[in-house]
């Protein structure tokens, strides 16, 4: 995640402010360029950028004017009073629900850490052949009906549409859900980047010349899904999952590897990028192992070859998880990266930048 500082005084600011803590100016998300701007409000109620080098006005997504529930700007010459975010949405829980508004805040806030990744990536988030899945999303409260008791909502994604239970973004039940899978690791952000996997599955992969290079790492996507899932949850996975699979879930079928290795690389680009950007240096005093030690010089969202990210990688993930156990939580990355997940992950690279280039 890049960083962002206030245009009126300097300060350093977050990624989700609507103002600044120390001058209290307006603050928005320009998707154009990917940073938090400083605006004043105009007499025409619209938000007027104080760089003097952008003569354009704007004004908040819908979702951050009605619902403060966006923090992303808006062209003012635009039709759509929607963000590109936003406008993605499909359903969005009834908001009257005092509970579904507070939930569906905390996703929106973590769906557009996802946009922002794929925008970062230059990957489309619309496609112009009606034939192609678009991307879209629903968010559903789970409901209780008479007739057949309760309902449940299941995340998962269907040609483009990607489903998200709001209960995900109640911290108990999530934990709850977390240890019931023995996942070591159940973020809102992890549901996105994993379902966003499936979605790119179908637009980078399926009718391309990388399906059978994919294939040749990630095995034969044409098996019964419903069967292999169905056999990894009532057997689990093999003993030896960690030496061929980023997640125990991941080695359940081709599709879903792909998704959790999509998802991982989106973790460790964006992740690196916010070192990047603070310009951390990993160099640990009690040993000269040069594994262990990196400067983040390069961007990895803008790096043309894996090994240079993987490379940075490594070192940040010990320093992430020392500080994590040293105020008192368990590892920041519970993973383990084994030679075919890293050959995995560096496919994934090389097709989201031929597809960049491709354009």
């Known amino acids: 995640m890049r960083l962002s500082t206030c245009g009126s005084c300097g300060q350093l600011v977050y990624f989700e402010n609507t103002s600044c803590t120390r001058c209290g100016a307006v603050l928005g998300f320009n998707a154009d360029t990917l940073q ?174 990388w399906l059978e290079p994919v294939r040749s790492l990630f095995g034969d996507d044409t098996r019964d899904y419903s069967e292999a899932l169905g056999a990894h949850y009532q057997q689990g996975p093999a003993a030896d999952w960690q030496l061929h699979y980023v997640s125990a879930y991941a080695s359940s079928h081709p599709w879903e590897d792909w998704a959790e290795t999509w998802a991982h690389y989106l973790h460790i680009i964006d992740t690196l990028e916010t070192a990047h950007e603070f310009g951390l240096t990993i160099s640990p005093q009690i040993t000269n192992n040069k594994n262990l030690k990196t400067n983040v010089e390069i961007n990895p969202y803008d790096s043309k070859k894996f090994d240079n990210v993987i490379q940075h990688w490594f070192p940040l993930t010990y320093a992430l998880n020392s500080l994590n156990r040293s105020v008192g939580h368990q590892h920041a990355y519970p993973f383990i990266l084994a030679e075919p997940v890293i050959k995995k992950l560096d496919l994934v690279h090389r097709i989201v930048h031929n597809s960049v280039a491709a354009k």
């Not at 006005?57 to 062209?75: E, I, P, Q, S």
């Not at 009834?94 to 805040?105: A, F, G, I, Y």
């Not at 996703?107 to 678009?134: F, G, H, N, W």
């Open 36 to 209: 938090i701007q400083s605006f004043t409000l105009s007499a025409d109620g619209l938000l007027a950028p104080v760089e003097p080098d952008d003569p354009k006005k704007y004004r908040y997504c819908a979702n951050g004017l009605t619902h403060d529930a966006c923090n992303w700007v808006v062209n003012a010459d635009e039709p759509d009073i929607f963000c590109k975010a936003c406008r993605l949405n499909r359903t969005i829980p009834d908001l009257s629900v005092e509970q579904n508004l507070v939930r569906w805040k905390k996703i929106e806030t973590e769906k557009r850490r996802l946009i922002y990744s794929l925008l970062a990536l230059e990957l489309p988030l619309t496609q112009d052949d009606p034939e192609l899945p678009q991307l879209a999303f629903d968010f559903l409260a789970e409901t209780a009906p008479a007739d057949d008791g309760h309902h449940r909502v299941l995340t998962g994604h269907d040609n483009g549409l990607i489903t998200l239970n709001i209960n995900e973004a109640d911290p108990s039940l999530r934990e709850k859900m977390r240890e019931d899978m023995a996942e070591p690791y159940r973020t809102l952000l992890g549901h996105f980047r994993h379902e966003s996997g499936h979605y790119y599955w179908d637009i980078l992969v399926r009718n391309s010349e």
